[in-house]
């Protein structure tokens, strides 16, 4: 058998074998990579929340004051759960100081929640001052993001209730100027 038929030239046609198990090849990954999109897609997407108990969680500042979500109950509520080790976390945290600046005369309000260690918060917003209050949510806190519908427990994540404690909005990821925009209408 000569070398050249063993390795064909490079420009040579595949043998008719080959084409199908190529083709085979390659259904087998777009349905497996279609099966992980729908897979990660439920992940990823948010369920229906649970917010029985959600007015009834207390939280401390970062300086240990009490912060109770009952006490923001009966106006819009933005909360958005963050930590300082999370990149969209922190790039957002601008965006909502800003946003808060221009829409608490508006009877808004806005709590940050950090699912992290107090000292560590304490030190970030020493340098990284926002306008909004913070509470400690701690590790606990993915729990609540959960029941709130974000079934990865992923951040960062916000929801927004209305006047009467309903859920109105939830975005799982960082957000952007367009979202806050589209919410206040």
């Keep these: 058998m000569s070398d050249t038929a063993q390795n064909p030239p490079p420009d040579a046609a595949p043998a008719p074998g080959k084409d199908r198990r190529w083709a085979?090849?390659?259904?087998?990954?777009?349905?497996?990579g279609g099966t992980g999109a729908a897979l990660a897609w439920r992940h990823f997407s948010l369920e229906e929340p649970d917010i029985?108990?959600?007015?009834?969680?207390?939280?401390?500042?970062?300086?240990?004051?009490?912060?109770?979500?009952a006490d923001l109950k009966g106006r819009p509520l933005l909360v958005n759960f963050w930590a300082t080790w999370c990149p969209p976390c922190?790039?957002?945290?601008?965006?909502?100081?800003?946003f808060y600046t221009q829409i608490k005369h508006n009877g808004w309000q806005m709590l940050g929640l950090a699912i992290d260690q107090t000292d560590l918060v304490q030190r970030f917003l020493a340098?990284?001052?926002?306008?909004?209050?913070?509470?400690?949510?701690?590790?606990?806190?993915?729990?609540?993001t959960r029941k709130l519908g974000n079934a990865a427990g992923g951040l960062p994540f916000t929801v927004i209730f209305?006047?009467?404690?309903?859920?109105?909005?939830?975005?799982?990821?960082?957000l952007k100027e367009a979202d806050l925009i589209a919410w206040l209408r």
């Design 162 to 174: 209305d006047r009467t404690g309903q859920v109105q909005h939830r975005k799982l990821g960082q």
């Design 127 to 144: 340098r990284a001052p926002v306008s909004f209050p913070v509470a400690m949510a701690g590790p606990s806190g993915v729990e609540l």
């Design 24 to 32: 085979l090849a390659a259904a087998v990954g777009v349905i497996a």
């Design 90 to 98: 922190v790039q957002e945290l601008p965006l909502l100081s800003r």
């Design 52 to 69: 029985q108990d959600i007015w009834q969680q207390r939280f401390a500042s970062p300086e240990g004051a009490p912060i109770a979500l």
